[in-house]
């Protein structure tokens, strides 16, 4: 059997990755993935047509792969049967790695029952679906994982350590990068006196009114904020900062040479 174009892998939280074709011998007739599902909050206005929209949510949404499954005889198929269970084990959250873009995933479960249509005794075909409550597809990997394997949509070099008191990173996803929901990590090193970060794209300031000398290091990690390991919280302006798709240029003041500035976080598209 041939592999399928919408052929894909599983990647288990435990390291454990399972190709569909060469693993399990399955054929993926189709891959199916919709836009986000989402919710419009709205308010009417008396004496007013229409209505205003206040906020949109978006939702988890549903993924549906179509499989053949085959082997050489029915005993075999009925063992084929119950890896298949165990693979796709409701219980278990995985990635999905597409073959046609290997460089993003889907964070995924199982949201079916698996019940083959048995065509013969050695071979039938299945549906499933899998609910992707994380919304967004992400990046295989992080701007500072070098095996994050796929090109950005821009003819910029891209960088995400960074020397200079002016510097610009990257987004290449579809949505702002926000700590309180999202995966993202700045590690500042070196000395420092009352430390501020700006991302001048979006506005956004992150200050601390103490002291580094060298061999210390700052870390944003989330909404956290700590100084070789320890949190410094209660000494900044308690803000956050968030990338924009696209282009974020940056500014740093109160760094003393020399320091670097790394961003570690995850693309993000619908």
Known sequence: MEKSIFNF???????????????????????????????????????????????TTLKGRTVKASFLA??????????????????????????????????KRLKAKVNTILDIDYLTPEDGEFTLEFLIC?????????TLNPEWGFQVKTNENVQYTHSTQYFSIWNDGDIVVD??????KLLFNGSSVNLNIKN?????????SGNTTAGDNIELNGIRSLKNGSSIFGQTNKKLITLAPGMNEFEITG?????????DFSFLYL
């Open 134 to 142: 994380s919304v967004f597809i992400e990046s295989t990997g992080t």
């Open 9 to 55: 892998k599983i990647l288990y939280e435990d390291g454990e990755l399972i190709d569909m074709h060469e693993d399990l011998s399955l054929w993926v007739s189709s891959f199916h993935i919709p836009s986000p599902d989402f919710d419009h909050i709205t308010e009417s206005i008396d004496g007013r047509s229409g209505e205003i929209i206040l906020e």
């Open 70 to 103: 085959e082997s050489v005889n029915p005993i075999e198929f009925d063992k084929h049967r119950d890896n298949l269970f165990r693979v796709f084990n409701p219980l278990r959250e995985f990635y999905i790695i597409r073959d046609l873009q290997p460089g």
């Open 179 to 184: 700590p309180r929901e999202h995966f993202i």
């Open 200 to 208: 001048l794209t979006t506005g956004d300031i992150w200050s601390y």
């Open 255 to 263: 760094a003393i040479d020399p320091f670097e500035i790394s961003f």
